[in-house]
């Protein structure tokens, strides 16, 4: 079993950062992709960006340039870096882990950005 804890949401104003994490646990394999999802009120989720344990990253075009996403495998932990912050970026953060055709979830963070 895969156990995964989000932390580091929070309320930021336009412009503002945020550092959100999600540390992994349990039996978690070498080749793996984690990444954060968000779900806006009235919106479908989507996925804000992802990295393999290889390294390579996707990341939605909204965030490119603003988000950075990396990882610490000794670790098994995720980080996402939230710069130049925008209130359409208000939404529950969910950490994700996939393995071996099998996926995992956070519990979920709340980031609220205030104009």
């Known amino acids: 079993q895969v156990q995964l804890v989000e932390s580091g949401g929070g309320l930021a104003q336009t412009g503002g950062s945020l550092r959100l994490s999600c540390a992994a646990s349990?039996?978690?394999?070498?080749?793996?992709?984690m990444g954060w999802y968000r779900q806006a009120p009235g919106k479908q989720r989507e996925l804000v960006a992802e990295i393999a344990s290889s390294g390579s990253t996707y990341y939605t075009s909204s965030v490119k340039g603003r988000f950075t996403i990396s990882r610490d495998n000794a670790k098994n932990t995720v980080y996402l870096q939230m710069n130049s912050l925008k209130p359409e970026d208000t939404a529950v953060y969910s950490c994700?882990?996939?393995?071996?055709?099998?996926?995992?979830w956070g519990q979920g963070t709340q980031v609220t950005v205030s104009s």
């Open positions: 994700y882990l996939n393995q071996r055709d099998s996926g995992y």
């Open positions: 349990g039996s978690i394999f070498s080749i793996n992709v």
